[in-house]
């Protein structure tokens, strides 16, 4: 069935240190992709999207490129903040799912000062 | 705040007694997801509404819960003797139409069940 792969954590790393999260998925159709990030006591939050083959997501640092070759949409960010320590989840969705997010397990990320 | 708000934040209960959760979404969305998330797992659908149409149920979602949105707005869940098994986090999230179907939808922070 359609689903998604994320790079087992934690992921520990010192501030201003270069982020990759790995993410892939298989998917019958053509998904849009999401990486969802869940803060110390907050509710999951959207943080990126791409709809389709190519597309680059980007938002407070963070990009993510829509890979269809590779099934992959990998997060990275150049330089992390100890606020970004948090948990991240890479998602799909599309007609072909009912609209419904279907969710990687979560890759925890924690940044030391 | 105006997000979306769940209640209880914990429920601690024993095998066998019912639990009710409730959630408020963001009040102009239509829309009204409930999902499940056990450690070190990612959000597992569960349903969802439309308006107060129950559009969608997963296979998850056995006889033993029944979930309702009676005026559109807010939701509950309800788990009738619950097991060991039901223990996880219970997450609501709302979106409008659109945000639905972009993929761009709100979370709460969630229930936490505990069975004992």
């Known amino acids: 069935g359609d689903s998604v792969t994320q790079m087992e954590g934690p992921v520990t790393l010192s501030e201003e240190a270069f982020l990759t999260i790995n993410c892939t998925y298989t998917?019958?159709?053509?998904?849009?992709l999401f990486w969802y990030v869940q803060y110390p006591g907050e509710g999951l939050q959207l943080l990126l999207k791409?709809?389709?083959?190519?597309d680059k997501g980007s938002n407070k640092g963070f990009e993510a490129t829509y890979r269809k070759e590779t099934t992959s949409f990998h997060l990275e960010k150049g330089s992390v903040q100890v606020s970004d320590s948090a948990v991240y989840f890479c998602?799909?969705?599309?007609?072909?799912?009912?609209?419904?997010?279907?969710f990687g397990a979560g890759t925890i990320l924690r940044v030391k000062s | 705040d105006t997000g979306v708000s769940q209640d209880p934040r914990h429920k601690i209960t024993k095998r066998g007694q019912n639990v009710t959760f409730r959630c408020d979404p963001i009040?102009?969305?239509?829309?009204l997801y409930w999902y499940r998330q056990t450690l070190g797992q990612g959000p597992e659908f569960l349903t969802y509404?439309?308006?107060?149409?129950?559009?969608?149920k997963s296979r998850l979602l056995s006889d033993r819960f029944s979930a309702e949105r009676p005026k559109g707005s807010f939701s509950t869940l309800e788990i009738q003797r619950t097991e060991q098994g039901d223990s996880a986090m219970y997450l609501c999230?709302?979106?409008?139409?659109?945000?639905?179907?972009?993929?761009?939808?709100?979370f709460g922070e969630g229930s936490r069940l505990t069975v004992l």
């Open positions: 509404f439309q308006n107060e149409a129950q559009l969608e």
């Open positions: 791409a709809t389709k083959a190519d």
């Open positions: 998917a019958t159709g053509y998904p849009s």
């Open positions: 999230a709302s979106s409008s139409k659109r945000g639905g179907r972009t993929g761009e939808l709100f």
């Open positions: 009040s102009e969305h239509n829309r």
């Open positions: 998602a799909l969705s599309g007609a072909e799912y009912g609209n419904k997010l279907v």
